[in-house]
């Protein structure tokens, strides 16, 4: 786990000068018929060919079982942009000539030459020049199969002597199952690509309001003073959904919203809002601190699990007045499943800076609104003149909308103006919508970070294990209920999820 920090930011250094330019490419995607390429990469890629962000020189092929050509498979992606705000017929016409497909069964190499071919037919056609981002829209079971088929196809960039010249590979959540089986899937990746060509995705570290968090806290000289234990009183992280599972019971009961969410989203929020500042904003540096955060976690102590463990599952509700079934009558969920779909985690970080200050993470699927925030609550004040007025004085409260509003929010208190002395808290916001510019989407973000080489918003490998580290105990001896099958709450869905009972917490699962 050692993390070569030093050596990674020389060599990161050298191919982001390369990656700096405006280079070719050729983006492969392995499940290029799935429903990730059709809802989320290509209306993304679409987007930025109309902002003029990708290359000049660049092709999509997508890969995968169904029998498109490449002109079927430009039909089938259409609607899915034209769907989208902003869609120009002439736009669409010159995208669509970058998109090709070759059909292929992950399971049989003998497609790899196939590909190679096509790819090499491409190269000539749009001048991609060998470069390569190969994207896993995949489930990770078919990632080993893959992988051999890159290498038995010699489908890396092969141009020796060129120091411009790149292979990536792109992979999403999940990354393993716990410890042992993250490591499992680094040893299949690197079989074939080093720790610099692998880009783990998490998607929430590219939205906005996420992205604002380091300047946030680090371009501001007013808040990194009173950024710790001395001033803030608890911070909660919370990502609440009104989706439920949708078609996806096979992956979610192996999953629960433990492995869903917090191996990811919630770790990864809960590093950018605690940790320390890098030295400078380099991806190196970064993943450095985001390591000594995840290495600072207090162990989690099964013993005391009622405490700082709340899980639960929705049962039958209403969604935006709508009936909608139980977890357990969703299709394809057993009718005994134990599976958590809600978690609220109390963790401490122990080091100066945070001691005893709790971190409460709360995530739930058909809860009663979506919702993704991190408020900061500060302490009270330390004696207050206003105690025959108010009491107590609100304490002031600084919260991150991440979504579905993308705004940050100072609350304080003021004289509500008048004859008599009282007082009312306000807020002081800055709302990202409100500004002309365009907001760009997490999956343009992460896939124009692929092309130019930027590592900064991906995990790196040693933060995935750290992480794994952490939390594979809450997985085995509370989450998915072997131990304590007793503890799992049911709740209505469209309702505010469990409510902790004997927690030192004071706010509600809906609102913090
Ligand atoms: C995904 C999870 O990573 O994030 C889903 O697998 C979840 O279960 C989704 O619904 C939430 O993403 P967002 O961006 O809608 O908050």
Redesign the pocket.
Same mark, same amino acid.
């Given at each position: 786990m050692n993390n070569g920090s030093l050596t990674q930011t020389i060599s990161l250094d050298a191919a982001s000068a390369c990656a700096r330019a405006e280079l070719p490419c050729a983006l492969v995607v392995f499940g290029g018929s799935g429903d990730l390429t059709a809802r989320k990469l290509v209306p993304a890629l679409f987007r930025l060919h109309q902002g003029n962000l990708l290359p000049s020189r660049f092709a999509l092929v997508g890969c995968g079982r169904t029998a498109f050509t490449d002109d079927s498979y430009r039909a089938h992606l259409r609607p899915f942009c034209a769907a989208a705000e902003g869609f120009d017929v002439g736009d669409w016409t010159v995208f669509a000539k970058t998109i090709h497909y070759q059909p292929l069964d992950y399971d049989d190499v003998s497609g790899a030459p196939d590909l190679h071919a096509k790819l090499a037919r491409i190269d000539t056609a749009h001048g991609t020049a060998g470069n390569r981002l190969f994207y896993m829209a995949v489930p990770p079971v078919l990632y080993e199969s893959i992988i051999a088929l890159i290498r038995h196809g010699r489908l890396k960039a092969d141009c020796p002597g060129n120091a411009c010249c790149w292979s990536r590979i792109v992979v999403e959540?999940p990354f393993g199952r716990d410890l042992a089986t993250a490591v499992q899937l680094d040893i299949t990746l690197k079989q074939t690509f080093t720790e610099e060509q692998i880009y783990r995705i998490d /998607?929430?570290l590219a939205k906005e309001t996420t992205q604002n968090i380091l300047v946030f806290r680090f371009a501001n000289a007013l808040f990194e003073p009173v950024w710790n234990r001395q001033y803030i009183s608890r911070v909660d992280i919370t990502?609440a959904?009104q $989706?439920g599972i949708e078609n996806r019971a096979g992956y979610y009961e192996q999953s629960g919203v433990v492995r869903? $969410?917090f191996q990811n /989203?919630m770790m990864q929020l809960l590093a950018l809002i605690a940790m320390e500042a890098p030295a400078h904003f380099t991806p190196a540096m970064v993943s450095d601190e985001k390591a000594k955060l995840f290495q600072s976690l207090r162990p989690f102590d099964s013993r005391t699990f009622a405490q700082n463990l709340l899980i639960g599952q929705y049962s039958r509700g209403h969604i935006n007045n709508e009936p909608v079934c139980g977890y357990r009558e969703e299709q394809g969920v057993a009718p005994n499943s134990i599976t958590p779909t809600f978690a609220m985690l109390k963790l401490f970080v122990d080091n100066w800076r945070w001691q005893s200050v709790p971190f409460y993470l709360v995530s739930g699927k058909r809860l009663n609104r979506k919702e993704?925030s991190i408020v900061v609550h500060f302490r009270d004040v330390p004696h207050s003149i206003f105690r025959d007025i108010i009491h107590p004085v609100p304490a002031n409260r600084l919260t991150f909308s991440i979504?579905p509003t993308e705004s940050i929010t100072l609350s304080f208190q003021a004289k509500t103006p008048g004859t008599r002395m009282s007082l009312r808290s306000m807020n002081m916001s800055f709302s990202y919508g409100a500004g002309n510019e365009r907001t760009v989407d997490?999956y343009e973000k992460v896939l124009i970070d692929c092309l130019n080489g930027d590592k900064t918003l991906f995990l790196r490998e040693d933060s995935e294990y750290l992480s794994w580290q952490f939390l594979t105990p809450v997985i085995e001896d509370c989450a998915q209920c072997l131990k304590h099958r007793e503890m799992l709450q049911f709740y209505p869905a469209g309702s505010s999820g469990p409510q902790p009972i004997g927690w030192a917490w004071t706010g509600r699962t809906d609102r913090a």
């Open positions: 959540k /998607h929430y990502a959904e $989706m869903d $969410m /989203h993704t979504q997490a």
